[in-house]
C-alpha cells in the first residue's frame, strides 16, 4: 500500500491542517440534522476527498468504511447503453457523473432520484442520519444541462438525500447549484503545513527525516499534499539506509522532460529546433500528460529566466493558446503553434538587443 | 414519500411561501395572480426573473390556493430539468396530460378512463363535489389543469416548437406556467401566448424581515451585522440567502457566535477582500515576478478565479489613480478572461494574463 492511501485519517479528529474547516465538519456530524448539501472546492491533493469520507464517517460511523465497487448500466432514451462505475456502501453513494461524457445527464437524473426515492435502511444507532449521502466528484466536468438537472433535484429530494459535491474548479458550476450548497473551500495546504504532515507520516513509518529534506519536498511538490507524500516515499525508495538532508527530491520525468525543451526552445529559434520540438511534444502527448498541463509546466519553465518585458507577451499567448487547446480538438497544433510565436517573440527581442 | 422528521427539511423548502400572501416583495405578480385565483380566470403564465426571486413558490403557492391538496397530484403536472424533456416527451406525456379531461375521480384515473368523454367528466366533477363536500368550499377548483415547465429555458427549441400547438389546442382545460431566468431563450411563438411576469431581485429590506422571521421561528439568534453580510452576499437572491442562514445556523448553532464575515465569504465560494487588496498592491509595484506568485499562491488556495475577476473589476473601476484608458484596456481583458474560462480554460493562465496587462496599463498610467 502508498503511504499516501495508508496513513490517510479517516476520522474527523485526525485531519490535520485546516482546523476551521474541521471544526465546521465536526459541527455538522454532531446534528447531522441540520446538515445542508456540501460544496467541496479547492486545486487537487489539498484533502477533499478526505474531508469527505472522514465527514461522512462522523456521520453514520464504520459502515461508510465497506465499500463495493459497483458497475451500473444505464439506458439513455436513445437506446445507448452507458456504463458508470460507482462506489457504495450502505449509507452513501459516489459517482463522477464526467465519465458518462455526453451522456452524464442522465446519469444524473436516473441515478439520484433513484438513490432518493428510496429511504435509508437506518440502523438502530441513534446519532446515525436518516439520510443518504450522494458524492458527486468532478463536479465541474458536468455539462451544463446536467447541472441544470441537479438544481431541481437537489430540492426535491433532499429530505432523504444530501449531496456532496467536489471539484477543482468552482467557476464551471452553474450559480444555481451553488447557491444551494454550503461551499467548503479547500485550500492547499502551505509550504509548512506539509513539512508537519510528512514528519508525521516518517515518523508512523520509522524513518527519520531530516527537516531539510522535508522542506525541499514541500518546496518541490507545489503544495499538493498528495504529491509530497509520493515523493517522500520515492526518496525512502532510493535510499533505504536513511534519508540525507541534501539529497536530490526526485522529480518527476515528465516535468525534467519539459524542462528540457524549455532549454531547446530558449537556446536557439529555427524551423528545425521548432521540429524537432515537436518530437518531444508527441513523445509527451503519448505518454498522457494533458496538453493543459504541458503548456503550463512550459510557461513556468520558459519564464523562470525570461526578461521582465517579455512576460506579459508570453502569458498572454500562453493563455491564448490554452483557450484553443480548450476549444479544439488537435491539441499539437496549439503547443506548436505556442512555441513558435515564444520563439518569434523572443528571437525579436534578442535581434533587437544586440542588434 | 414516507414520514420525515421536519426538521430534516432544508430550510429553503420548509419556508417556501403556502400562499401568495406570504410571498415576499413581488407585489404585482401576485396581485394579478390573486385576482385570478378569485375570478377563477388564470391566463398561461411565463415567469422570468433571477434565481432566488420567488418564481417557483409563487407558481407552487398559487396551486395551493388553487386546488383542494387531495386534487394537487391530479392537477398539477411538475416538470422541471431533472426530468427528462425532449421532444418525446412533450408529445408524449405533455400532450397526454394536456388532453386529459379535469376531474377525473381517483377510481377513474385508470389510462383506460383516460379518453373519458365530454359527458363523464361532467358527472364525475358532480361526484367529487359531493364527496368532498364543505372542504373544497375554499378553493376556486377552477375547471383547468395546470403544466408547471419550471427551467423552461433549458428546453430545447424543437421540443419548445412542439409545445406551441398544444398549449393552444387544450387550452380549453390545460394551463401552462413556464418559469425561467432568461426570457430570450423562450422563443417567441411561446412566449406570445402567455401573459410575461417579470420578478424583480429581492430588495434588502424586505428580505431582511423574512429572514428576521425565520431566525425567530428557528430559535436563532443572530447579530445583525451576520444578518447584513449575508444579504449583502446573496444579491437578492432568497433561496442564498436562506440557505446561508441555514448554514450559519448548522455551523454556529443558535447562539451563531463563532461564525465571522469570514467565514459566510467562504461558505458562498467568494474570496475575502482582503485577496484583491493584495493582488492589487502586487500590481501596482509593476513586479511582475510578485504578480505571478501572489497569481500561483491564489489558484492554489483554491479561490475561484472568477470571482477574482469581479472583484478585480470593482478595484479597477473605483480606483481614481489610473486614467481611463488604463481602466478600459483592463476591463476589455477581464472580459475576455471570463469568457475564456467559460469555455473551459485554466483559470491561473488566464488571470496571469489579465494581471500582466493590468500590470502594463497601470505602468503606462503612472507615467
Known sequence: MLWVDKHRPSKLEDLTFHGDITSRLEAMASRPQTMPHLFFYGPSGSGKKTRISSLLRGLFGHGTERLKLDKRTFKTPSNKTIEINMITSNYHIEISPGDAGNNDRFVVQSVI??????????????????????????????SRPAQAALRRTMEKYSHTCRLILCCNNLSKVIEPVRSRCLGIRVGAPTHDEICDVLKVVARKESITLP???????????????????LMMEACHVQKRDGLTANQPVPKTDWELYIAQLAKDIAAEQTP????????????????CIPASVILKTLVQELTKNLDDTLKPQVFEWAAFYEHRIAMGSKEIFHLEAFIAKFMAIYKKYLNELFG | MPPVSAKSIPWVELYRPKNLDQVSHQVEVVATLKKAVETGQLPHLLLHGPPGSGKTSVALALCKQLYHPSQLKRRVLELNASDERGISVVRDKIKQFASLTVGGSSKSSGSNKMKSSFLVKKDNQKDEKMDEGEDTKHYPNPPFKIIILDEADAVTPDAQ???RRIIEAYSNITRFILICNYVSRIIEPVASRCAKFRFQSLPVDSMK????????????????????????????????????????????GSSSCN?????????VGLCTPGVFDALWEDIWSGEIGRVQKTVDDICADGFSAQFLLDGLTDKVVSSDKINDMAKATIAIKIAEAEKMMIDGADEGLQLMNVCSHA????????K
Open chain 1, 113 to 142: 432520484k433513484e438513490i432518493a426515492s428510496n429511504t435509508n435502511v437506518t440502523t438502530s444507532k441513534e446519532k446515525a442520519a436518516d439520510f443518504k449521502v450522494v458524492v458527486l466528484s468532478e463536479v465541474d466536468r458536468l
Open chain 2, 209 to 252: 424581515k423574512r429572514l428576521q422571521d425565520i431566525a425567530s421561528h428557528e430559535g436563532l439568534t443572530v447579530k445583525d451585522d451576520i444578518v447584513d453580510e449575508v444579504l449583502k452576499l446573496s444579491g437578492g437572491d432568497m433561496r442564498k440567502a436562506v440557505t446561508t442562514l441555514q448554514c450559519v445556523h448548522s455551523l454556529g
Open chain 1, 272 to 287: 528545425q529546433k521548432l521540429l524537432a520540438a515537436r518530437e518531444k511534444l508527441y513523445e509527451l502527448l503519448v505518454n
Open chain 2, 161 to 163: 416548437a412542439a409545445l
Open chain 2, 359 to 366: 500590470l502594463t496599463a497601470v505602468a503606462t498610467s503612472k
Open chain 1, 211 to 229: 527537516d531539510e529534506l522535508a522542506i525541499n519536498i514541500a518546496r518541490e511538490s507545489s503544495r499538493n499534499l498528495r504529491r509530497a507524500i
Open chain 2, 259 to 267: 461564525v465571522t464575515t469570514e467565514t459566510i465569504y467562504e461558505m
